[in-house]
C-alpha cells in the first residue's frame, strides 16, 4: 500500500465529550459512565477517565533526587545465623538494616531475642557509620535505645554521623500486642523526661513514629491507616507540650511507617496525602513545615500462602508504588515469609527487587511524579478528607491510646475487614493464584528452620489485640 494515503486520511477530532458520548451509547443498558467508576474501601470513586489536575499539589518527599533506602529485615531468632544475613544484605547492596525483635506486632512469630547482647552479636563487624539502622517497635523497645547508645559508646562511634530510627509507638504496640506495661496516664507522662537524654546527644534519628502497619495489617482502609497515624504522632506531640518542652525539638524525630499493597494507585496517594497532612498539622501547631522522614514496607496481608510465586509481583507493585509515592526508605517482605523464615534466595529476591527498580529504573529521580494527574490529585485530595475525619473521630474518643483501651479504633478497623472478606467471599474480588487461576499443583518450598516466639502477655493495660490477617485467610485459603 502507498504509505501517501495515510496523509490524506481525515480522522474526526476525539476529545473527552466525545469519548463520554461513546461510553453512554455503548454502556446504554448498563449503567452507561457509572459502570466503570469503581470505589475504593473508603468509598472514594474512581473513575476511568480524569482532565489534568487544575490545582496541582507538588509535594518532594525528604530526600528528593536521592535514592531511598534499602532495608533489609533481620528477624531470624538465631543470632549468628542473623549476624551473616545482616553483613550477607550490605554486602550484596542493601543500604538498611531493620531489626525486629520478638514480641514486635511485625515479626509475625519470629524476631531476634530482646537482649543487649543479642543485639550486640546481630550488628557484630557492622560498620555502623555505613549503614542506616532501624528497630521496630517491640516490648523492650525503651530499652532497646539504651543498648543502642551503650553499642555507640562501645565503640566510640560520632552520633551525628549515624542514620537511627527507633520506631517507638506506643500505639502500634498496644494494638498490635494488646499490652501496655504500664497505665496510660503513667506512659504519657514519663515518656518525654525518658527520651530527653537522647535528644541530648544531638543524634539526628527518628526516635518517635507513627506506625500505621498494624492496623493495615488487620484490615484497616487506606483512610483509616492515615488517620490513625495522623492521631499517633498528634499525640507524640501532645505529651511533649504537657511536659512543657518544645515541639519544635520534638517534630524533627517524630516519623512515619506505612503499607503499601497491590494497589498501586492508592499506595501512591496514601503517601501523598500523608506528607500533605503532617504539613497541615504542623501548621496548626504553629512550627514551620519540614521534610518528614516516612518508611514503608510492603504488605502482609496482601501476601499469599498458595502460589507464593505471585508474592514477587505484589512485591514489586509495591515497592513501585512507594518509590512513586515518595518514600524515604522500604522493607519489602520475602514473598515466602507467609511458609516461615524466609532462607536467603526469598531474602535475595526481595533485596534485588529494590535494587533494580532504584539502579536499573532510577524511579527515584522524579520527585513527585504523579503531582498533576487528575486520577492522584482526585484520590490524595480524598484520602486527605476522609483521613481527617477518622483523626477527628479518633480526638473525640480521647486521643489514640484512650480509644484503643476502648476499643473504638479495633470496632473500625474490624468492620472494614469484614467487608473486605465479604466480598471476596462472594466474588466480587480475587486473588490470582488462590481464588483465580489457581495453580493445580504447588511447587515446594523452602525456609529456614527456627522456633516460634511467643506474644508477650504481661501488661498493666489490655486492650483487643489488632491480629494480622492476610486476605487469602479470609478467602479459605490454608493459613
Not at 498496644?174 to 544531638?202: C, H, K, N, V, Y
Not at 494507585?265 to 521534610?291: N, Q, V
Request: glycine share 8%; aromatic share 6%; proline share 5%.
Amino acid at each position: 500500500m502507498d504509505r501517501s494515503v495515510l496523509k490524506k486520511a481525515a480522522f474526526p477530532e476525539a476529545g473527552r465529550k466525545e469519548w463520554l458520548d461513546l461510553i453512554a451509547e455503548s454502556l446504554r443498558d448498563k449503567g452507561g459512565y457509572d459502570a466503570l467508576v469503581h470505589r475504593s474501601d473508603d468509598g472514594l470513586p474512581i473513575e476511568p477517565l480524569y482532565e489534568r489536575a487544575s490545582e496541582p499539589q507538588f509535594l518532594p518527599h525528604k530526600n528528593a533526587g536521592s535514592s531511598w533506602t534499602v532495608f533489609q529485615r533481620i528477624d531470624d531468632p538465631d543470632v549468628s545465623r542473623a549476624n551473616a544475613q545482616a553483613r550477607e544484605d550490605i554486602a550484596q547492596g542493601a543500604t538498611g538494616i531493620q531489626l525486629v525483635f520478638e514480641g514486635a506486632p511485625s515479626a509475625f512469630g519470629y524476631g531476634i531475642p530482646a537482649s543487649a547482647e543479642a543485639l550486640r552479636t546481630v550488628l557484630d563487624k557492622v560498620a555502623l557509620r555505613d549503614v542506616a539502622l532501624r528497630i521496630d517497635v517491640h516490648p523492650q523497645s525503651r530499652a532497646c535505645i539504651d543498648w543502642v547508645v551503650q553499642l555507640i559508646q562501645e565503640r566510640k562511634t560520632t552520633p551525628n554521623r549515624l542514620q537511627l530510627s527507633f520506631g517507638f509507638d506506643p500505639a502500634a504496640l498496644f494494638a498490635g500486642t494488646g499490652r501496655l506495661r504500664m497505665s496510660i496516664e503513667a506512659l504519657e507522662a514519663s515518656l518525654p523526661q525518658s527520651l530527653a537524654g537522647f535528644f541530648a546527644m544531638g543524634v539526628p534519628a527518628v526516635l518517635l513514629e507513627a506506625d500505621g502497619r498494624v492496623f493495615h495489617n488487620a484490615g484497616a482502609t487506606e483512610a483509616q491507616e492515615l488517620g490513625i497515624m495522623l492521631a499517633s504522632a498528634v499525640s507524640h506531640l501532645r505529651m511533649f507540650e504537657v511536659a512543657r518542652q518544645p515541639l519544635v525539638y520534638a517534630a524533627p524525630h517524630i516519623g512515619f511507617v506505612a503499607s503499601v499493597d497491590q494497589d498501586q494507585f492508592l499506595s501512591i496517594a496514601k503517601l501523598r496525602a500523608l506528607r500533605l497532612l503532617w504539613a497541615r498539622m504542623l501548621e496548626s501547631c504553629e512550627i514551620e513545615p519540614m521534610p518528614v522522614s516516612i518508611h514503608t514496607e510492603t504488605s502482609w496481608r496482601m501476601l499469599t500462602r498458595r502460589d507464593p510465586e505471585t508474592n514477587i509481583l505484589r512485591n514489586t507493585i509495591a515497592s513501585f508504588a512507594a518509590a512513586v509515592g515518595g518514600a524515604d526508605s522500604l522493607t519489602v517482605l520475602p514473598h515466602t515469609i507467609t511458609h516461615g523464615l524466609p532462607d536467603g534466595f526469598a531474602r535475595r529476591l526481595a533485596r534485588n527487587t529494590q535494587l533494580i527498580l532504584s539502579g536499573e529504573s532510577h524511579l527515584h529521580v522524579v520527585s513527585d511524579p504523579a503531582s498533576g494527574s487528575g486520577g492522584m490529585e482526585a484520590l490524595t485530595a480524598g484520602l486527605c478528607e476522609k483521613a481527617w475525619e477518622e483523626f477527628r473521630r479518633i480526638e473525640s474518643e480521647g486521643g489514640i491510646l484512650r480509644s484503643l483501651a476502648a476499643g473504638h479504633i479495633q470496632k473500625r478497623v474490624m468492620a472494614a475487614r469484614d467487608a473486605r472478606q465479604e466480598d471476596l467471599a462472594a466474588g466480587k474480588r480475587s486473588i490470582i493464584g488462590t481464588t483465580l487461576y489457581a495453580a493445580d499443583k504447588e511447587r515446594p518450598v523452602t525456609v529456614l528452620e527456627a522456633d516460634k516466639r511467643p506474644m508477650p502477655s504481661d501488661g498493666a493495660v489490655s486492650c483487643e489485640r489488632l491480629a494480622p490477617l492476610r486476605l487469602d485467610e479470609g478467602a479459605g485459603a490454608p493459613s
